[in-house]
């Protein structure tokens, strides 16, 4: 299968994430030159369509839940429907329902490791606030295999833990507030060109 082009965007978050998330999806322009991934803990029960439905009013971005085989487009919010694990596989989404990591189902390891072993060098991963340590050693993937890795700076965060323990395991990440995340995300992809 051949390596995608382009660059793709994989966000983690879980406590207070809905906050970051909309203020970073509400400074990128509707022309990104990259798709973009979402992880987001909810419970399992939580209705998908209202967490999607506000991320859509804060975005000029086209914000869909994510399906099995969903093809990745630039512009384009794909978010981790609650009890699925969300897989980037070469372009293209893939969903799970294996074993909670880190207990949680979307886990953010799980998105941004194989958002990092498709798009390597031109992955972003992002982690956000929460209460855990989930997307630290997903993180750690995506410097790895040469992609950039963002951290939300803990003191702007709801809760710290989260982006501490992605610190940790990576501490040459780039560290921002959720406002000069989006701007390095837009400097980093660009605008896609008109068709």
Same mark, same amino acid.
């Given at each position: 299968?051949?390596?995608?082009? #382009?660059?793709?965007?994989?966000? #983690?978050? @879980?406590?207070?994430?809905?906050? %970051? ?5 509400? #400074? ?20 998908? /369509? ?8 804060? /975005?000029?971005?086209?914000? +869909? ?30 969903? @799970? /329902? ?5 207990? *949680?189902?979307? @886990?953010?390891? $799980? ?6 072993? @498709?798009? !390597?060098?031109? +992955? ?12 630290? !050693?997903?993180?750690?993937? $995506? ?7 963002? $951290? ?6 709801? !809760? *710290? ?22 701007? *390095? ?9 008109? %068709?």
């Amino acid at each position: 299968m051949s390596e995608p082009r #382009g660059r793709l965007v994989a966000i #983690g978050a @879980s406590w207070g994430g809905l906050d %970051a998330l909309r203020t970073i999806l509400g #400074g990128l322009p509707a022309e990104l030159g990259a798709p973009v991934v979402v992880a987001q803990h909810r419970a399992p029960e939580s209705h998908p /369509t209202a967490f999607t439905d506000l991320l859509r009013a804060a /975005t000029a971005l086209a914000v +869909c839940e994510a399906d099995d085989k969903d093809v990745l487009r630039p512009g384009t919010v794909h978010v981790a429907a609650p009890a699925y694990h969300l897989l980037v596989d070469h372009g293209s989404l893939a969903l @799970s /329902t294996d074993e909670p990591v880190q207990y *949680a189902r979307p @886990s953010i390891d $799980v998105l941004l490791e194989t958002a990092a072993e @498709s798009y !390597r060098e031109t +992955c972003i991963g992002v982690v956000l606030t929460g209460a855990n340590a989930d997307g630290a !050693r997903g993180l750690a993937r $995506v410097a790895e295999l040469g992609g950039i890795a963002i $951290v939300q700076d803990p003191a702007t965060a709801a !809760r *710290a833990e989260m982006p501490r323990a992605a610190l940790t395991a990576v501490p040459g990440a780039l560290v921002a507030d959720p406002h000069r995340i989006a701007a *390095a995300i837009v400097d980093l992809c660009g605008i896609r060109a008109a %068709a």
